[in-house]
């Protein structure tokens, strides 16, 4: 959350660029010597910014080419991978079985992924990205200018119920082999075995290596997957039988509506412009997870197929909800010793610093809460204790409100925002409360919109590019709790960046979104719409090209759509 000017030094106020950094919550008390002189370094004369911007990293429209394609199956990827991106890029099962005894049965013929690349549609490249990702082949994105964190933060690859370009179904199927060890993979494929051999079916030798493969060829025979589920059930293995559950329970619905509405289908397609785009995801390598959905958009679903009567969240237009919005615009250190270990580090005479323009955002979100009917509650200023005490009592005041929404506008460090009082507040504190103090609230959406810093880091570009002025703030990582979202400014680690004069760019962008949006999108796409506007944007001081990424945490269980704004 560092200071980025020309000379590595905090700015005095009177120096500050139009755009301010939320993460200039530290400053110095005394000005630097070389400020007082008088007058603006060059890099002082560009628009003034505090940090609040990520700037974009090149898609893989921009990097991706059929000779990469070429190169990476040649010199990067082993049998396993290959079969494994066979599994997950082809759209087609009958083609995928076909390649795939190809591939196996002559020594390993090269040059079948770059065919596949070759006759696909334009498309091709950003569904190979994200099964690259999915399989955790790292290295060779990296060849290609891919950061990990960008991929995680992008495609959310191991999370199971979100998709971009990859078959949902395939991908979730996929992180279940990958999630089973050697005797528990024989095992399912002894069950699937036996199914398939009262069917007349059977399973290839060249397929035993392969749990995926197993899966392709129930595909392949019409299988209903429903059996697998009811097999990973009797293994114990709830977790990914809720997860292969959802995704089943999804394709019917859509299938469904697209039965219902098939003289208009054409009128659905998802635009190229609906498609997602980069976002954060919490850098989990390792878990399975089950309701991260991060910004990402199902891959078998438009916009327009998810109709309200598609399993969503009931959202009585009458009373949709409260928000709560909490915004902490001056600061100052608490004398009481009881709360001395909840200050932040004041080392070197730095405190936190007023947050300048952050009205702007609080302005914002009340007229668009306000024009769809919720209940809008604006607290300025609370000490640490005084944020809990309004939380509780804003949530236990609920009743039969639809949903409940809190924006948090304050300074921040991973894990935590800080009261007026400059004093930290856990975020799983607050999202505890959200999700246990009101049994009204159960099964009911909960949203967490957290504009503060979660680090002291800028996020950095790995190569140089042109950018305008910005600084850094990051978003810490929530709890797992049902029902809710968590939306964060910035990544974990990284600060984010307010504008003096027009806000945040996280939060204008999602008040943008919801504008434009409203009631025609969920909730999670209007998010990844917010993504794609902030990394748009960037930012430049001595330091390097500064850059924000917002981040998505959520276990919401259906989609969650705003109510309309009314026309009154």
């Known amino acids: 959350m560092g200071v980025?000017?020309?000379?590595?030094?905090?700015?005095?106020?009177?120096?500050?660029?139009?755009d301010e950094l939320d993460w200039?919550?530290?400053?110095?008390?005394?000005?630097?010597?070389?400020?007082?002189?008088?007058?603006l370094s060059k890099a002082d004369q560009t628009p003034r910014n505090k940090l609040d911007a990520v700037a974009p990293i090149s898609g893989p429209q921009e990097t991706l080419t059929l000779k990469n394609v070429q190169h990476i199956e040649e010199k990067e990827l082993d049998e396993y991978e290959i079969v494994a991106l066979i599994y997950l890029l082809?759209?087609?099962?009958?083609?995928?079985?076909?390649?795939?005894?190809?591939?196996?049965?002559?020594?390993?013929?090269?040059?079948?992924?770059?065919?596949?690349?070759?006759?696909?549609?334009?498309?091709?490249?950003?569904?190979?990205?994200?099964?690259?990702?999915?399989?955790?082949n790292f290295k060779a994105l990296k060849q290609l200018g891919y950061s990990k964190e960008y991929l995680q933060t992008m495609y959310l690859p191991l999370q199971a119920r979100v998709s971009c370009a990859v078959n949902h179904k395939r991908k979730v199927l996929y992180l279940i082999a990958e999630h089973l060890n050697s005797g528990q993979s024989s095992h399912l494929m002894g069950l699937m075995k036996k199914s398939l051999a009262r069917a007349n079916i059977t399973i290839p030798d060249y397929y035993r290596d392969y749990l995926e493969l197993s899966f392709l060829q129930w595909e392949y025979s019409r299988m209903d997957f429903g059996d697998i589920r009811n097999m990973l059930?009797?293994?114990?293995?709830?977790?990914?039988?809720?997860?292969?559950?959802?995704?089943?329970?999804?394709?019917?619905?859509?299938?469904?509506?697209?039965?219902?509405?098939?003289?208009s289908l054409e009128n659905v397609v998802l635009r190229p412009d609906m498609r997602r785009q980069p976002s954060t995801a919490k850098d989990n390598t390792n878990n399975f997870s089950i309701g991260s959905f991060e910004t990402a958009q199902f891959s078998e679903i438009t916009a327009d197929e998810m109709s309200r009567e598609w399993n969503s969240y009931p959202i009585d237009r009458d009373k949709p909800g409260v928000a709560l919005i909490i915004n902490q615009e001056a600061f100052y250190t608490e004398t009481n010793p009881a709360y001395t270990d909840l200050l932040h580090d004041q080392s070197d005479n730095i405190m936190l610093e007023n947050r300048q323009g952050t009205e702007k955002d609080s302005d914002r979100l009340k007229s668009v809460f306000n024009r769809m009917g919720y209940k809008v509650i604006v607290k300025p200023n609370l000490a640490h204790y005084d944020m809990i005490k309004q939380i509780e009592e804003t949530?236990?005041?609920?009743?039969?409100?639809?949903?409940l929404i809190i924006c948090i506008l304050s300074h921040g460090e991973t894990g935590v925002v800080y009261g007026a009082n400059s004093c930290r507040v856990s975020v799983e504190k607050i999202t505890h409360i959200m999700c246990a103090r009101n049994e009204n609230l159960v099964g009911r959406p909960k949203v967490l919109i957290l504009q503060s810093c979660q680090g002291r880091q800028c996020q950095k570009l790995k190569k140089p590019v042109a950018v305008d002025g910005n600084r850094t703030d990051g978003p810490a990582n929530g709890p797992v709790t049902a029902d809710l979202l968590t939306f964060w400014a910035t990544i974990r680690g990284h600060?984010?960046?307010?504008?003096?004069?027009?806000?945040?760019?996280?939060i204008q962008a999602l008040c943008d979104e919801i504008e434009k949006g409203n009631n025609r999108y969920h909730f999670l796409e209007i998010c990844t719409r917010v993504v794609h506007q902030v990394t748009s944007m960037k930012w430049e001081d001595s330091s390097g090209i500064n850059v924000m990424t917002p981040l998505v945490e959520l276990t919401l269980r259906k989609p969650f759509y705003l109510p309309p704004f009314r026309s009154d």
């Open 4 to 18: 980025g000017t020309s000379t590595g030094k905090y700015l005095n106020e009177d120096d500050l660029s139009d």
């Open 24 to 39: 200039r919550y530290f400053s110095t008390v005394q000005k630097p010597q070389e400020m007082q002189a008088g007058g």
């Open 90 to 136: 082809y759209d087609n099962c009958d083609d995928a079985v076909r390649d795939l005894k190809i591939y196996l049965e002559t020594l390993k013929n090269p040059g079948i992924l770059y065919k596949w690349a070759e006759t696909q549609d334009p498309h091709w490249k950003e569904k190979f990205v994200e099964a690259l990702a999915i399989i955790k």
């Open 233 to 263: 059930k009797k293994m114990g293995f709830e977790v990914f039988a809720d997860e292969l559950e959802s995704v089943i329970s999804l394709s019917k619905q859509v299938r469904s509506q697209r039965n219902l509405h098939s003289n």
């Open 395 to 403: 949530i236990d005041a609920i009743v039969e409100e639809s949903s």
């Open 495 to 506: 600060a984010a960046i307010r504008n003096v004069n027009r806000g945040s760019w996280f």
